[in-house]
């Protein structure tokens, strides 16, 4: 079993950054793919941020290219999604993921475990 637990949202204006992280417990990670999802209310969930924890290979969805970042820490088993340029339509709960597979998949329907979500709201 995979614990994962989110932190660092909140309220930011927009053009403003915030950090959130995912402490990750329960297993080693490699073999794993980490990510991060967001969900506005009566939408699906979506992929925003991948990484694979062995090769520290990402994937981004376009509305995040090139003003977030994901990146994990093996020492301390987390994975940290750095979010700048904040945009009005990045409302949302952000909800950190691990799925066990060699593949990348950005479909939450294939993500094995979820961490509680953390609201990040950005006023305009």
């Known amino acids: 079993q995979v614990q994962l637990v989110e932190s660092g949202g909140g309220l930011v204006q927009a053009g403003g950054s915030l950090r959130l992280s995912c402490v990750v417990s329960g297993r080693t990670l490699d073999g794993y793919f980490m990510g991060w999802f967001r969900q506005v209310p009566g939408t699906e969930r979506e992929s925003v941020a991948i990484?694979?924890?062995?090769?520290?290979?990402?994937y981004y969805g376009d509305s995040v290219k090139g003003r977030f970042t994901i990146s994990r820490d093996n020492a301390q088993n987390t994975v940290d999604l750095q979010m700048n340029n904040l945009k009005p339509e990045d409302t949302a709960v952000y909800y950190c993921a691990a799925r066990r597979s060699s593949r990348l998949s950005i479909t939450q329907a294939m993500y094995d475990f979820w961490g509680q979500g953390t609201q990040v709201t950005v006023s305009s």
């Open positions: 990484i694979q924890w062995s090769s520290g290979d990402t």
